[in-house]
């Protein structure tokens, strides 16, 4: 695993430990406000926490399916597969702002093959996920936490230090206001 440091995520709603050497691409390029992306260098692999409208289905392994089922269709993926999905069993961890609590995440992993920067051939992409539901009196979302692994042409960082950063941000996720997301609808 790679040196991480506690970092502050949407303007202090959220902290978690993320590598030292990855780079913030909002420093790079126009990030969405839902989104937070790190890069790491001289590699195509990044991490992100994306905060999205909750989707339809209720089980959680439904939805973090669906979600990697739209990941796959944004990518173009050639094909897919999930190789494991399961839920995680985090240490509570209770907001600042209220007494709404982290919830544990569902893991997801799986690969996908997509074609890449209109290159001919489509290459292989680990991916791996952590969806967090939030389910409030005030809120409904989906806390989509994911890596990107390609298989090839990794560059400089190895692919279990990848993983172990994945690890160590999805331990360490914690909300510490729930007023980051969007009110619940009837």
């Given amino acids: 695993m790679s040196t991480g440091t506690p970092r502050e995520l949407f303007g202090g709603a959220v902290s978690a430990v993320l590598p030292t050497a990855v780079l913030d691409v909002s420093d790079l390029r126009q990030v969405p406000d839902s989104q937070e992306v790190f890069l790491y260098p001289e590699s195509d692999a ?40 399961r839920a995680l069993q985090l240490e509570p961890k209770k907001a600042i702002t209220s007494d709404d609590v982290t919830p ?10 997509a074609p890449k920067f209109n290159q001919p051939r489509a290459n292989e992409v680990e991916i791996l996920i ?18 990107s692994i390609p298989t090839e042409s990794i560059g400089l960082v190895e692919q279990d230090t990848i ?23 009837a």
């Fill in 46 to 85: 990044f991490l992100s926490v994306e905060v999205l409208q909750r989707v339809p289905p209720e089980d959680d392994a439904e939805a973090a399916r669906y979600h990697f089922d739209t990941l796959a269709e944004e990518n173009e993926a050639v094909d897919t597969e999930i190789t494991d999905i």
């Fill in 104 to 113: 544990s995440p569902v893991f997801l992993h799986g690969r996908q093959r």
């Fill in 130 to 147: 952590a969806l967090f539901r939030i389910t409030t009196s005030k809120a409904r979302a989906d806390v989509l936490v994911s890596g």
């Fill in 163 to 185: 993983k172990a950063d994945f690890q160590a941000l999805v331990s360490s996720f914690h909300i510490l206001d729930f007023a980051l997301f969007a009110p619940a609808t």
